[in-house]
């Protein structure tokens, strides 16, 4: 009798393929769809989403793959679009890629992977990861041109924050393309406080997204299965006693009948997934579990290395287990585990100072040669070794060194996680300051930057707090003034009072020019012009310039220049506020800042807009669309509903960057420099001014928009467009 590990005959899914087939012909029809397929550990989610796949790619679509990695705590920053890119980068060439993009956009996306050679060398954390975002949008839009798209991504129970925010966007985004995502999860590890619930709840609510909750096999699939693993016809007393064994799961159906008919049933769930292991030769175990240490994914030549073994042995030693089906070969000349619960299985199997010994030797053999692992990976990697290893030394400051490139990849709220172990390693380390080559206050200086770019105001305020308590204004006053204006700012987006106290109070700390002082009086003039301060904002503002001037800092005069335009705006002076905003926009062409250029025209578009020249801001937000920056970088993506868009917008300062609002829903805004959402985009004006010209043009009386009509009129008077889009006053209010 011929004995399978795995059925070769696809056993049942009848009724969530046809989910699949329909959700595919919806996107086909240029109308993007999501299917969500969720299922306990073991239940066939990879095995059907592999089957859609095939039949996908045989009817024509191009199929891109991408899973989610477990790292310990943190997941791997961006790890499925990082996948898909390599996949596209192996198909097509990084070229080829790159010439679907606007040019000179692939740059950032070697962030990513280093095929798309160096990255930009552009700071502006206001508006990159939003660029990020729309270039992996923009690029699976004109793959779609070519043919449809299914996106497969594995395991989002395991996704980063950065991932998860990325997969809320295009699900939000992807609108009119003919792009089907598939994504699966396992629903038994999502707790009440799982971080992916809140997102299956929103994506629920998105227009196009279909859950598909996979059931556990009846008795008669089972007997499918088993036909299909042992080669014959079972009979029913086994099929009965190993349905009634295995609950319907197929993975402990495998398991159950590689036990064989003598192996009594295993007292645990462990013990039914480890038996198949045990059988094999003792040389294969150990290196198993040296394997498990490494991840569900590990590669040949990192494996030998800690292994210590010569290739050849190392071959003969996994033969057993890739026989077995224990392990499988995978791309790139790695192995992975069948299964993530036999990996897990394998890996509770290692003795503590086993468990140590492994994950040091990992660190320490990724550290030495760092190409063993996939190109930006390393420093993650190097950190949950350590971590693993429980070596503080050495878990500090690879947590450092991994915190600094999770921000360069703009993945922020991994960026916090690393900070934290490092507080939490801190007092563990006699040396740490250092040894990492700063002090415990910039740690928290860091960590409260990186909880504010990613919308997580609590902690930064938290980690303000914190530094401020360990600073004598007397001796670090300038340090204290950027953290004052970092409590401003975090104000300002809560909608809370004081915001401007906090900024006067920093005023006051650095008398002196220099460019903390003109970081004080930008963000100073700013919020005292929407607090109805024009002429006092002003003053602070022409002064925060002439310093920029004198330090040469051309990115931020322009954005100074926007801010002068704010109030001369709010004065009604239009002619000099199109003058300002021109020269800010001359200035980010030059100096390629698509932040700036996006900013300078989308309050262009606004302000002629506001004096009902709808036309004339239709044609400006065109010609927006197809500058430098306005394929790079929208601020605001996510539609927004009259009941709680605007609302939204208005009680937060926010730009670029999905977060949740307090009455739950996701939007698609982050914190900028200023404090003010100072990073509209041109395609979204376009977009609203389109709309408002069509209601005034094909209704017969002139409806006020509901800017200058609603929002306008809560303050009691009506304004001109402010220069910010309308969001820099949350101080006032």
Request: proline share 5%.
């Amino acid at each position: 009798m011929t004995r399978r590990a795995v059925s070769p005959v696809f056993v049942g899914r009848g009724t969530e393929l046809e989910t699949l087939g329909e959700a595919y012909d919806q996107a086909r029809k240029q109308a993007t769809a999501a299917v969500l397929v969720g299922g306990e550990a073991g239940v066939g989610k990879t095995r059907l989403a592999g089957r859609f796949a095939e039949q996908a790619s045989q009817d024509g679509a191009h199929v891109l793959v991408g899973g989610c990695v477990e790292l310990s705590a943190e997941g791997l920053a961006y790890a499925p679009f990082t996948a898909v890119l390599r996949q596209l980068v192996r198909e097509c060439g990084a070229p080829e890629i790159a010439a679907l993009l606007p040019d000179g956009a692939a740059r950032d996306l070697a962030r990513l992977l280093p095929e798309f050679g160096e990255p930009s060398g552009d700071g502006e954390t206001e508006s990159a990861r939003a660029r990020l975002f729309e270039l992996i949008l923009a690029l699976l839009e004109r793959l779609a041109e070519r043919r449809p798209v299914v996106l497969v991504i594995e395991d989002i129970h395991w996704a980063d924050r950065s991932s998860r925010d990325l997969i809320a966007f295009l699900s939000r985004n992807l609108r009119s393309a003919p792009v089907l995502m598939v994504m699966t999860y396992r629903s038994d590890e999502l707790h009440r406080t799982h971080p992916l619930r809140p997102v299956l709840a929103e994506l629920g609510r998105v227009d196009g997204v279909v859950r598909v909750d996979l059931p556990r096999f009846t008795q008669g699939e089972v007997a499918a299965q088993m036909a299909g693993i042992l080669g014959v016809t079972p009979e029913f007393a086994k099929v009965d006693r190993v349905f009634d064994r295995s609950g319907g799961i197929p993975l402990f159906v495998e398991a159950l009948l590689d036990c064989g008919d003598d192996c009594s049933f295993p007292d645990s769930l462990h013990d039914l997934i480890i038996g198949s292991v045990e059988r094999l030769p003792e040389e294969t175990q150990r290196v198993l579990r040296i394997a498990a240490a490494g991840g569900v994914r590990v590669g040949h030549d990192l494996l030998a290395a800690v292994s210590g073994v010569s290739d050849v042995d190392l071959e003969n030693a996994l033969r057993p287990a890739i026989a077995a089906n224990v392990l499988q070969v995978a791309e790139g000349g790695a192995y992975a585990f069948r299964h993530a619960l036999i990996r897990e299985a394998v890996h509770d199997e290692l003795l503590p100072g086993e468990h140590a010994r492994m994950h040091a030797r990992y660190a320490e053999e990724i550290d030495r040669d760092r190409a063993l692992v996939p190109p930006g990976r390393a420093a993650i990697e190097i950190a949950h070794h350590w971590y693993s290893a429980r070596d503080d030394l050495w878990a500090l400051i690879s947590a450092w060194e991994a915190a600094g490139k999770a921000a360069k990849s703009f993945a922020y709220t991994e960026q916090i996680q690393l900070l934290e172990r490092v507080l939490t390693l801190w007092d563990k380390v006699p040396d740490a300051a250092e040894r990492i080559g700063h002090d415990h206050c910039t740690v928290l200086e860091r960590a409260s930057e990186a909880a504010f770019l990613s919308g997580e105001m609590e902690q930064s305020q938290k980690y303000v707090r914190g530094a401020l308590a360990e600073l004598d204004e007397r001796t670090s006053p300038e340090r204290v003034a950027e953290l004052l204006v970092r409590m401003s700012n975090v104000k300002a987006h809560k909608g809370k009072p004081g915001s401007l106290e906090y900024l006067w109070h920093a005023e006051r700390l650095v008398p002196q020019p220099g460019d903390v002082r003109a970081l004080v009086l930008t963000r100073l003039g700013q919020g005292l012009m929407c607090a109805d301060g024009v002429a006092e904002g002003t003053a602070l503002t022409e002064e925060a310039l002439r310093i920029a001037r004198e330090m040469g800092d051309e990115v931020q005069e322009a954005d100074l220049l926007i801010n002068l335009a704010l109030g001369r705006s709010i004065n009604g002076d239009l002619e000099t506020t199109f003058a300002l905003n021109d020269q800010a926009l001359a200035m980010g062409t030059r100096l390629n800042s698509p932040r700036i250029i996006l900013r300078a025209l989308a309050n262009n578009v606004d302000a002629l807009d506001n004096l009902g020249r709808s036309e004339e801001a239709v044609a400006l937000a065109l010609e927006g669309r197809s500058s430098p920056g306005g394929t790079a970088g929208s601020a605001t993506r996510a539609p927004s509903s009259p009941t709680t868009g605007r609302r939204r917008w208005s009680r937060s300062a926010g730009g670029t960057r999905p977060s949740r609002s307090s009455n739950g829903p996701w939007r698609w805004d982050r914190p900028c420099a200023t404090g003010g959402t100072c990073c509209g985009s041109a395609r979204t004006s376009r977009s609203r001014v389109a709309r408002r010209t069509w209601r005034r043009t094909s209704s017969p009386r002139s409806a006020p928009s509901p800017r200058t009509g609603t929002s306008r009129r809560r303050s009691g008077r009506t304004t001109p467009a402010c220069a910010s889009r309308g969001t820099c006053c949350a101080a006032s209010r």
